[in-house]
């Protein structure tokens, strides 16, 4: 069984910077794609960044430029560098695991098969 763990949210200020982990255990962790979702109050889940086994990337526009998803296999982590945070940013973050050995980045929420409880994000203005 899979366990995602975030952490590293909290409150900033708009133009201030975070940066979130997501520690995984319970599966090789090097062979699947991972993914950093967003949810706001009253709003649907949303894609906000993935990397593949490979380690490419993906970002929704909203966040391009502005954060970075990275991996490191060695510690089965994955990071969310976020810089310039805009109150729009404000969500629960929540990584997620796609149960597809060596597969592409998706967008769509029902692609992933574990995910994290969750860490808030709020970003004031």
């Known amino acids: 069984q899979v366990q995602l763990v975030e952490s590293g949210g909290g409150l900033v200020q708009a133009g201030g910077s975070l940066r979130l982990s997501c520690a995984a255990s319970g599966r090789t962790f090097r062979s699947y794609a991972m993914a950093w979702f967003r949810q706001a109050p009253g709003k649907e889940r949303e894609f906000a960044a993935g990397?593949?086994?490979?380690?490419?990337?993906l970002y929704t526009d909203s966040v391009k430029g502005r954060f970075t998803i990275s991996r490191d296999n060695a510690k089965n982590t994955v990071l969310l560098q976020m810089n310039s945070l805009k109150p729009e940013d404000t969500a629960v973050y929540s990584c997620?695991?796609?149960?597809?050995?060596?597969?592409?980045?998706?967008?769509?929420?029902?692609?992933?098969?574990?995910w994290g409880q969750g860490t808030q994000v709020t970003v004031s203005s």
């Open positions: 990397i593949s086994w490979s380690g490419g990337t």
């Open positions: 997620a695991l796609r149960e597809r050995e060596y597969s592409t980045v998706k967008v769509s929420p029902g692609e992933y098969t574990y």
